[in-house]
């Protein structure tokens, strides 16, 4: 009999249907409450490494400059100063980096600790004297570069040059540069050969792009890689404009085809050196000059016909000279190169400007000449007006020598016979499509 109940259990202690069913619902909703904690634990596991996924997915932002301006000094030797020669600042550079823009009230003080008195550095530049226009700000990118020093006066180095940027009561950036300047070697921009595949025994010219040198400065080539006849040691390479430094190899020299070096060792004013190898690829051309182009030997000297000119005629009126008859050439003159040798097959060092000439047999009128540019030194022509020799026609004893046919003309450039006697001999020199040269022809 049940006499009473609380929380649902019979007063006996035993229970019955009623308990049963309390205990059974209780255990089903702690089952609940560890399969949602389990499912809400998964669920922020997931959110969390999707978050973490999309935010380490963005782009790294590009790193920032620790400093907002950068400076530089550009320098050179002053040839003025007495040996040895000191260096001396040609223009400061301030390349703005990052930051705000610059306003146009910005000024730039110089300072010097070794020179404090110096009037470049009296008083501070505007940003206009430095190339940035007055009428706007120094943007991001831009470099302020000074050149045109107070009195033209070019701070003297060693210093150490103090920079500042002052924009009207605020310091925006100062900077130290030091005194000492750095003699980097020189260094080579580029090296090459023309033309790039010189053939056996032509003319070629070594040419080296260098920086970091003065015209005062030296630059040897070493030829003793290249096949022939050639000299271990280094030789002197001509300056020119841009930096530029060239040698020419004469014709004649090179004996064999195939890939070979010249090294070429360039050395600045302060004893820095540098060295590089240029390959040189020669190639067997198989056109030989000789079979090309035949001259008939000369005769003696003569004399030019009184009132003829080089340009017009071949020759100069009353100047000795030899005349050569072209008897067989299918070049292109400028294709091939003249030269007066001597017996040992020397270049002959003429005492004046003689001159080469193509002259018409019949109308003596020139097609083309080359006169030596410096007396005294071998006669070698280097280069004339190209033309294309006409084909030889054939000659009979009714029609004698075709009006298209020409000489080559001699001028010795002296009165008196100074040439004669010297067994001296002249000979073609193939370039381009032709390599060799012809049969040397007596100059008696």
């Given at each position: 009999m049940i006499t009473s109940k609380s929380e649902g259990r019979y007063l006996n202690g035993k229970?019955?249907?009623?308990?049963?069913?309390?205990?059974?619902?209780?255990?089903?909703?702690?089952?609940?409450?560890?399969?949602?904690?389990?499912?809400?634990?998964?669920?922020?596991?997931?959110?969390?490494?999707?978050i973490f996924f999309f935010v380490t997915s963005f782009p790294s932002p590009p790193s920032q400059n620790s400093n907002q301006f950068q400076?530089?000094?550009?320098?050179?030797?002053?040839?003025?100063?007495?040996?040895?020669?000191?260096?001396?600042?040609?223009?400061?550079?301030?390349?703005?980096?990052?930051?705000?823009?610059v306003l146009q009230y910005t000024l730039?003080?110089?300072?010097?600790?070794?020179?404090?008195?110096g009037p470049e550095f009296a008083n501070p530049y505007t940003l206009a004297e430095g190339g940035i226009p007055s009428t706007t700000v120094w943007n991001l990118g831009q470099t302020w570069t000074l050149t045109n020093f107070t009195d033209n006066q070019l701070p003297a180095l060693p210093d150490n040059i103090t920079i500042y940027i002052v924009q009207g009561t605020s310091l925006l950036f100062s900077v130290v540069i030091p005194g000492t300047?750095?003699?980097?070697?020189?260094?080579?921009?580029?090296?090459?050969?023309?033309?790039?595949?010189?053939?056996?025994?032509?003319?070629?010219?070594?040419?080296?792009?260098?920086?970091?040198?003065?015209?005062?400065?030296?630059?040897?080539?070493?030829?003793?890689?290249?096949?022939?006849?050639?000299?271990?040691?280094?030789?002197?390479?001509?300056?020119?404009?841009?930096?530029l430094w060239t040698y020419t190899v004469p014709v004649g020299k090179t004996t064999a085809s195939g890939n070979y070096y010249v090294f070429i060792t360039a050395t600045n004013s302060a004893s820095k050196a540098a060295t590089t190898a240029v390959p040189v690829d020669i190639t067997n051309n198989p056109t030989l000059i000789s079979s090309a182009f035949s001259v008939n030997a000369a005769g003696a000297e003569t004399k030019c016909t009184a009132g003829y000119t080089v340009a017009a005629n071949g020759c100069k009126g009353g100047d000795y000279i030899y005349t050569l008859a072209i008897s067989y050439s299918t070049v292109t003159f400028g294709s091939v190169f003249f030269q007066v040798l001597q017996a040992s097959g020397i270049p002959y060092s003429a005492a004046g400007l003689p001159t080469f000439s193509i002259v018409n047999i019949t109308s003596h009128t020139v097609r083309a000449y080359y006169t030596q540019t410096t007396s005294g030194g071998p006669f070698v022509m280097t280069s004339t007006t190209p033309f294309t020799y006409p084909t030889p026609a054939v000659i009979t004893a009714a029609s004698g020598l075709p009006s298209g046919?020409?000489?080559?003309?001699?001028?010795?450039?002296?009165?008196?016979?100074?040439?004669?006697?010297?067994?001296?001999?002249?000979?073609?020199?193939?370039?381009?499509?032709?390599?060799?040269?012809?049969?040397?022809?007596a100059l008696p």
């Open positions: 229970g019955g249907r009623r308990g049963a069913r309390a205990r059974a619902w209780r255990s089903r909703g702690a089952v609940s409450d560890v399969v949602a904690t389990i499912l809400l634990l998964g669920l922020t596991v997931t959110l969390f490494a999707s400076a530089t000094l550009s320098t050179q030797v002053n040839l003025s100063s007495p040996t040895p020669h000191t260096n001396q600042v040609t223009a400061v550079n301030i390349l703005h980096l990052a930051g705000p823009p730039i003080y110089l300072k010097s600790s070794v020179h404090p008195n300047v750095l003699q980097p070697p020189p260094v080579f921009v580029s090296a090459y050969t023309t033309p790039a595949s010189p053939v056996i025994g032509g003319s070629f010219v070594v040419t080296a792009q260098i920086s970091g040198l003065l015209t005062t400065s030296t630059v040897m080539i070493t030829l003793s890689g290249l096949p022939g006849s050639f000299s271990a040691s280094p030789v002197a390479m001509a300056a020119g404009p841009l930096g046919y020409y000489d080559i003309v001699i001028d010795t450039a002296v009165t008196t016979t100074t040439w004669a006697g010297n067994n001296l001999q002249f000979v073609a020199v193939g370039q381009g499509a032709y390599y060799g040269t012809t049969v040397p022809a």
